[in-house]
């Protein structure tokens, strides 16, 4: 069975500062695909990165950056000199090949004080 | 750019009654989904749909529950008979077929608000 585990259910920083948010995945898949999304207060939901299981090469996207491990099923998500507009909750999804269906983990809500 | 639309924004229903949620997913994608979040929770796939049928369904998707493709554009969600406890934003998405590997990239609507009272 897939699963996904976001263990931080709340983080406040103040901003500037550097946040990290946890992501621990489970599948017996070995063609896999996690992702990160982002829910902003108005409720959509933002794509932010998808990355394969054959790819653990860290992605960095302005302040943004990702740390994919296989060995340790984890693929966290870090957010360098963070700013109010990054308040939001932030969810890890996972799919398999021809994947249809996605699961997602419980979420991690950030806030972000000025 | 191309998005996912759905409508209503917000629906208030009373219980028992049947609700449809639309959605028009971009244009080229094959693959559909609807995924539900109740307040404050995670976000819970329902279903799948390609080529016409369900292709995957969770146990949330029990019979008070259908899809359609009615023509070309439209993919709905009907709950035949609400209750209180379906309440919650659904979100519909679509994904790429030029992605053949189907990775489930997912675009998503901005959902629509379910209350049921």
């Known amino acids: 069975a897939q699963k996904v585990t976001q263990a931080q259910t709340e983080i406040s920083v103040v901003e500037k500062e550097d946040v990290t948010l946890d992501c621990v995945y489970e599948?017996?898949?070995?063609?896999?695909?996690l992702f990160w999304y982002k829910q902003p207060p108005s409720g959509e939901l933002v794509f932010l990165i998808r990355?394969?299981?054959?790819?653990?090469q860290n992605e960095i996207s302005g302040r943004y950056s990702w740390n994919f491990q296989k060995s340790t099923s984890s693929f966290n998500f870090t957010i360098t000199a963070s700013q109010v507009v990054d308040s939001a909750v932030y969810f890890c999804?996972?799919?398999?090949?021809?994947?249809?269906?996605?699961?997602f983990g419980a979420g991690t809500r950030l806030f972000v004080k000025a | 750019e191309p998005e996912v639309t759905q409508t209503p924004s917000h629906q208030v229903t009373q219980m028992g009654q049947e609700v449809i949620l639309r959605c028009v997913p971009i244009?080229?994608?094959?693959?559909f989904y609807w995924y539900r979040q109740i307040l404050g929770q995670k976000v819970e796939f329902l279903v799948s749909?390609?080529?016409?049928?369900?292709?995957?369904k969770s146990e949330i998707f029990d019979d008070q529950f259908s899809v359609e493709r009615p023509d070309g554009s439209n993919f709905t969600l009907k709950i035949r008979s609400t209750k209180l406890e379906d309440s919650a934003m659904y979100f519909c998405?679509?994904?790429?077929?030029?992605?053949?590997?189907?990775?489930?990239?997912?675009?998503f609507g901005e959902g629509s608000r379910l209350t049921v009272l």
């Open positions: 990355r394969n299981s054959f790819d653990e």
């Open positions: 998405a679509s994904s790429d077929p030029g992605d053949r590997e189907n990775t489930g990239e997912l675009f």
């Open positions: 749909f390609y080529n016409n049928e369900i292709s995957e």
């Open positions: 999804a996972l799919s398999g090949t021809g994947g249809f269906k996605t699961i």
């Open positions: 244009s080229n994608h094959l693959y």
């Open positions: 599948t017996r898949d070995t063609t896999y695909y």
